[in-house]
Structures are given as C-alpha cells and as structure tokens.
C-alpha cells in the first residue's frame, strides 16, 4: 500500500520484491491528497506503468485519486498481462471512451476472470457509457459491478 510516494523512484525501487514475490496478491495506490497525485506526473505515470508490467501476479487493483482518463487508459494496458485479475477498482477517476475501451477489451477477454468492477464516481462520459454496456452484455463473469 503506497500513498504518498508518487513522483519518486519507489515504483523502481519495488521492482525486486514485485518481480520475486509470486506470491504477491493486491496492489491498492490511492494518493491521499493533492499534492500527491500520480496523474500529470509524467515520470510518476511511466514509472508505475512499467512497475505493472515487470510482474503478473495481481488478483485485484485499486488506484483512485483523480487521475485523467489518459492515465487511467495507460494503467489498465499495463494490467493485460496480470490474467487472474478479478477486481479492479478505478473509483474517483477520470473515465472516458478511451479507459472505458481498454477496459472492455480486458473485462471480454475469457483469460481475464474479473468478477468486480468499480467505477464509483468516475465521471462517465457520453461515449465510454455505450462501450461499458456492449463489453457488460458479452461478460459473464462479473458478479459485482459499482456506478
């Protein structure tokens, strides 16, 4: 659990236990204010891009903390190669077309058995909302879905 360390090279400095620990489940990052944003960090975003694709072990991921839909797109590419994942959790994000899209192509994907989805107060747009009701209609994994 990180909250305040974005910007800095502690998605590097992970790296290791990441890469090493098979057993290593959840990865929640929620910066606890402002000043700690991920987004608009490019160096912090590319950083933890990476980090996400060093390693696959994630069941469930979590990040909020206002990111803007490109960021949140860049997160979720870099989540395709975690193939158990089965919650992920984008509340108090920027979700546009574009995230919503990336999502879809997972969440519609039979290697991915997602079974929660969260997007509580993610300012869903005109176009991400069709996407999200096409990807929904050819799910049947989900089990928890949040709005």
């Known amino acids: 659990y990180c909250c305040s360390l974005f910007g800095g090279d502690i998605f590097r400095m992970l790296i290791p236990f990441l890469e090493l620990n098979v057993r290593f489940r959840c990865l929640s990052v929620t910066p606890k204010d402002s000043a700690n944003k991920l987004s608009g960090s490019i160096p912090g975003v590319r950083l933890f891009t990476e980090t996400l694709t060093r390693f696959n072990t994630l069941k469930e ?87």
């Open 61 to 147: 991921f979590q990040c909020g903390g206002q990111l803007c839909d490109n960021d949140v797109e860049v997160l979720i590419r870099a989540l395709a190669c975690h193939f158990g994942l089965t919650k992920i959790d984008l509340g108090e994000n920027d979700v546009g077309g574009r995230t919503i899209a990336a999502l879809a192509a997972l969440f519609t994907n039979p290697n991915f058995p997602l079974e929660g989805l969260i997007l509580r107060r993610c300012s869903l747009d005109d176009e991400g909302v069709p996407i999200l009701a096409d990807a929904l209609a050819r799910n049947n994994t989900i089990r928890k879905l949040h709005l």
